[in-house]
């Protein structure tokens, strides 16, 4: 009877248990719920600005001049090389004239040591042939005298003899002194004449003789005319440095017309023609405008998300211009009116259709571009500074998470770490849900 009292007594605890489950089943909270999922989120900040220059070039005078011809106005387009101004200087056309003189002057000097070397070279090979005639009469003199001395010594044997006259014999004798004293002329002739082509002459100089008797010619005619080449030499030295001279005039005068240091657009005029200049005076301004800039401005806020070298989009609508560049420059100080720090970005303008002041905009690519579970603000049962608490479901039961937010935008939050792909995450969590309730998604 007891067992079956028990038996009773269970059956009815078992069934007021299923009882109470079913009830607990009936009464979850219902709960809307999202479906964490990573993507990959490309945050871009747009901002605005305009068109400035990269760099300007002062063109400046490199001397002195009055200023005889402007090409140019403000605001014209230059090509790099183009000719801005031409400029006149009196004391320097009178030195070029003066320089122009000294060089003609020196040709002429070098022209006629030149011809002289050429006479000089005439009269030593007029020389040496003359030199080989008077030795060839000389000794032709010579010959003779020692058939007249052969004669002589004959008819003074005759005349001994009582064969020839008194008178003969003296002809005989005068003729043979003659001819003695002829040969010590010739001699003597001779041997000026050798002065400057014999062996110690070359010697002298150094100038081993050589044995080719050609060869020796030409020795001989190098050493009598070693001071006219001297002078061909110094006349070629005084050539140079007339010619150095009038370089360095014809250099300076070049720079009486000044030329545009790059493409750009004339930015300023600081003198007009007839007006003097002097050296380094400033004459005008040019603005490279082959690669200006973009400047826009980027808030405090955002300057943690750019960085050098960002990739923007560049949009001027006035010069239907659009082109993806980098940021090269970001401002380190902010402006002091409107609290925004400006960045710079290059513009390509080859074809030259954009001008300075026109109104850019810009698409910039942040640095917190990257993976993120992209989260509805509304999502958030509460926020603690720069943590997120949100509600998951598992297992129909609440649980809370605690997720570092890497940024915000647009009413949502971009989470990098705290939840996985695929978490169910509690849309609008209400003031009544708890964490341990068991819940239903719906």
Same mark, same amino acid.
């Given at each position: ?10 059956? *009815?605890?078992?069934?007021? &248990? ?17 479906? &964490? ?33 402007? %090409? ?23 030195? +070029? ?46 010959? /003779? ?15 001994? &003899? ?19 004293? #002829? ?21 002298? /100089? ?6 080719? %008797? ?23 030295? #005084? ?7 009038? #370089? ?16 750009? *657009?004339?930015?300023?005029?600081? =003198? ?11 004459? $005008?301004?040019? *603005? ?15 300057? #943690? ?16 211009? +659009?082109?993806?560049?980098? *940021? ?5 100080? $902010? ?23 026109? =109104? &850019? ?11 993120? =579970? ?39 939050? =971009? ?28």
């Amino acid at each position: 009877m007891k067992r079956l009292f028990a038996l009773f007594c269970a059956i *009815i605890v078992l069934a007021s &248990a299923c009882s109470n489950n079913d009830k607990d089943a009936s009464q979850s909270l219902q709960v809307r719920t999202l479906t &964490a999922k990573k993507s990959r989120q490309n945050v871009t900040l747009e901002s605005y600005g305009s068109v400035t220059y990269k760099k300007k070039n002062d063109v400046c005078a490199l001397v002195d001049g009055t200023i005889v011809e402007q %090409a140019i106005l403000e605001g014209n387009a230059v090509k790099k090389g183009e000719i801005l101004f031409t400029l006149k200087n009196i004391q320097y056309e009178i030195q +070029k004239a003066e320089r122009q003189n000294q060089v003609n002057s020196a040709r002429a000097k070098l022209s006629a040591a030149k011809n002289n070397l050429t006479e000089q070279e005439r009269n030593a090979l007029s020389t040496i042939m003359a030199l080989d005639n008077a030795k060839a009469n000389l000794s032709q003199k010579k010959d /003779e005298h020692s058939l007249q001395i052969k004669n002589l010594e004959k008819n003074q044997k005759l005349f001994d &003899a009582g064969g020839i006259a008194e008178s003969a014999l003296e002809q005989m004798q005068m003729e043979a002194m003659a001819s003695k004293t #002829e040969i010590d002329v010739l001699e003597k002739e001779l041997q000026m004449k050798l002065l400057g082509y014999q062996e110690q002459d070359l010697l002298r /100089e150094g100038i081993v003789p050589s044995q080719d %008797a050609e060869e020796r010619k030409n020795q001989y005619v190098d050493l009598n005319t070693k001071s006219a080449k001297i002078q061909i030499e110094i006349a070629e030295v #005084e050539l140079k440095n007339a010619l150095r001279d009038l #370089e360095s005039i014809n250099e300076l005068m070049k720079n009486l017309t000044v030329l545009s240091p790059c493409d750009g *657009i004339v930015g300023a005029l600081y =003198f007009e023609s007839g007006e003097r200049v002097t050296q380094n005076e400033k004459l $005008a301004t040019i *603005i490279d405008m082959e690669r200006p800039y973009a400047k826009v401005s980027v808030q405090e806020k955002d300057m #943690e998300k750019i960085q050098i070298g960002a990739r923007a989009l560049v949009e001027i609508d006035s010069a239907a211009y +659009k082109e993806q560049s980098a *940021i090269d420059f970001i401002s380190p100080l $902010a402006d002091s009116e409107t609290g925004n720090f400006y960045v710079k970005i290059p513009i390509d303008n080859k074809e030259n259709k954009i001008r300075l002041g026109m =109104f &850019a905009k810009c698409s910039i690519s942040a640095k917190t571009s990257g993976e993120y =579970f992209v989260i509805p603000q509304s999502a958030l049962r509460r926020r603690d500074g720069n943590t997120a608490f949100l509600f998951c479901v598992q297992n129909d039961f609440v649980y809370q998470k605690e997720c570092p937010i890497e940024m915000e935008r647009d009413g949502k939050i =971009f989470i990098k770490t705290g939840i996985k792909d695929g978490e169910k995450i509690v849309e609008s969590p209400s003031t009544a849900l708890k964490e341990g309730l068991r819940v239903k998604c719906i």
